[in-house]
């Protein structure tokens, strides 16, 4: 998809820090003028940058617009980075939606959080609908996808063992790493570690998160930093939560995927883009818009109506036939077929809430098997056939 990406300079609230980003315009006029645009954050992990593992593919692939940012004392912010707290994070995050929101006339539509970013976006949604509305103008984000995100903090003192050694030498350890192609050195201190592994596990902070968030859990099952159980427990937490709809989340697990994704950084843009939360009609005629023939007036009408279809009760044979015929139709006024993640992405949403599909998408989704439209469609049907 077309598009520009300019340097984004925004001065924190504290001074002598300003956060370094590269926003990502797409070519997409807005309906109305008044119309705020949606944009996406895509927040790095530990020690990291903001072209990290998949963030410039996926930010490439977004249908809207999207910032990537450094947190302070990462990649190009200034600042002073600490280990054993988040709290300057958070302070961050806030600080990048405001501008967006109150500076830029922008509405946050997506947060895509990695590693530690993931804790960081769950302290900041949690914060309280009052603040939050101060903000960004609403109570909560529409949609967020935690990758690779962390639970038990503690398992940080297994995952960095390593330090002891200079901790007993040095009373410190010496962490050199690369990042953003730099060479670079942080001095870690005991208290530094022992503070990180003293963060509680985010159960408060994941409860207090808008009910009407839709929340995507992804984690790689070869990852060696993480365990995967931290994603089940995640998954465990939502629900939990009575608030929460069936359907209003989801863990997709990436097979043989490490903790940076190396090798894996396609599935994983994939699965965000074709994510149901993210597949609102708006963004779909984006991306219609910017790959069909300005003429083809018929084809779009037909996109927004296979989009706006509804499932009657429980009867999705029925809801598949409609699909099915519509599809025909547009293939036919647009010479291609309608997009598989498409069609999969608006058979999710109708049959999610209900119970029993809901199972059926979840069995498809952690073994793996959830790959195309057709396959969904078809367990659906089984699956109605026994109950109706």
Request: hydrophobic content about 40%; aromatic content about 6%; overall charge neutral.
């Amino acid at each position: 998809m077309p598009a520009r990406e300019e340097d984004l300079l925004i001065p924190s609230v504290q001074p002598g820090i300003k956060i370094v980003g590269i926003l990502q315009r797409k070519n997409i006029e807005s309906s109305t003028s008044s119309q705020r645009r949606p944009i996406a954050l895509i927040l790095h992990g530990l020690l990291a940058h903001k072209n990290q593992c998949y963030h410039r593919a996926l930010a490439d692939a977004l249908p809207i617009d999207s910032l990537r940012f450094d947190f302070r004392g990462n990649g190009d912010s200034h600042g002073d980075w600490t280990l054993g707290s988040l709290d300057n994070d958070v302070t961050d995050l806030a600080t990048v939606v405001r501008h967006l929101h109150h500076q830029l006339g922008y509405k946050i539509e997506l947060i895509v959080a990695h590693s530690r970013g993931s804790m960081v976006s769950w302290m900041y949604l949690s914060r309280g609908p009052e603040v939050l509305r101060a903000d960004m103008g609403s109570a909560g984000v529409p949609n967020l996808a935690v990758v690779s995100g962390r639970w038990f903090m503690d398992g940080v003192l297994e995952t960095y063992a390593r330090f002891q050694e200079g901790f007993k030498t040095d009373g410190f350890y010496r962490w050199k790493f690369t990042s953003a192609g730099k060479k670079r050195e942080h001095i870690v201190y005991p208290k530094d570690l022992e503070d990180m592994a003293a963060i509680k596990e985010p159960r408060d902070y994941v409860a207090r998160v808008s009910p009407d968030t839709q929340v995507l859990i992804l984690h790689g099952t070869a990852d060696q930093i993480v365990p995967e159980r931290d994603a089940h427990t995640y998954l465990a937490a939502l629900d939990s939560n009575p608030a929460r709809t069936p359907g209003s989340h989801q863990l997709h697990l990436i097979q043989g995927a490490d903790h940076m994704y190396r090798g894996a950084t396609q599935p994983v843009v994939e699965r965000i883009c074709s994510c149901p939360q993210a597949c609102t009609v708006i963004q779909i005629l984006a991306v219609l818009s910017a790959t069909m023939p300005r003429n083809a007036s018929a084809a779009c009408l037909l996109f927004v109506r296979i989009c706006q279809l509804r499932i009657d009760g429980k009867n999705v044979g029925d809801l598949v036939d409609r699909i099915q015929t519509l599809s025909l139709e547009y293939q036919q006024a647009s010479g291609s077929a309608v997009d598989d993640d498409a069609l999969m992405a608006n058979l999710v949403n109708q049959a999610m809430p209900i119970h029993e599909y809901h199972l059926i998408i979840k069995e498809l989704t952690e073994s793996g098997r959830l790959t195309d439209y057709y396959t969904l469609a078809s367990a659906l049907q089984n699956r109605w056939k026994q109950i109706r």
